[in-house]
């Protein structure tokens, strides 16, 4: 899930900056809330607007009903991309904690066979993800970029309100 891949990433980020338990747990604090935050604002707005998926339009439209797209199509409508929201909103929290890191490489996916993915900013890393459906046929990109733009409106929500607090 993409969740747990952000899970897994604040793991690896954690161990490579060496991080204190102290700013560890508020780093796990403040990703797990994005990621409750962002799911919960892409799902009130997906069934707001209820798009179409790419699938349904280029088959029932375009007139190609046989077209299939790389990855079987979620059961929820298209707009905005989760992916991208979610992953847009744990990245912002990953650049206000840990700023400008370097060069960071994932290793999630290693155990599958995966190659590892290098990324020069944490930003990178939700673009790709978002990104990422759009390769897959699931997305159309006004969905990803609008995904990406309230990812990072979430995360400034939840850093508002944690500065505003007595």
Not at 90 to 117: C, K, L, Q, W
Request: positive net charge; proline residues 6%; glycine residues 8%.
């Amino acid at each position: 899930t993409s969740p747990g891949h952000w899970l897994s990433i604040l793991q690896q980020v954690l161990r490579q900056t060496n991080t204190d338990v102290d700013k560890g747990a508020l780093a796990y604090a403040l990703v797990g809330t994005s990621l409750n935050d962002a799911a919960i604002t892409c799902w009130q707005t997906k069934y707001k607007y209820n798009q179409v998926r790419p699938v349904t339009y280029i088959r029932n439209v375009m007139g190609f009903p046989s077209w299939n797209p790389v990855l079987t199509t979620p059961a929820h409508p298209e707009y905005p991309s989760a992916h991208a929201v979610i992953s847009s909103a744990a990245s912002a929290v990953f650049t206000r904690m840990f700023g400008n890191i370097g060069s960071f490489t994932d290793h999630t996916y290693d155990y599958e066979g995966f190659a590892p993915r290098t990324y020069n900013s944490f930003e990178a890393i939700g673009v790709d993800a978002g990104n990422s459906r759009l390769y897959a046929g699931i997305h159309y990109q006004p969905s990803i970029d609008t995904g990406l733009n309230v990812g990072r409106k979430v995360t400034a929500n939840i850093f508002n309100a944690i500065q505003s607090r007595p």
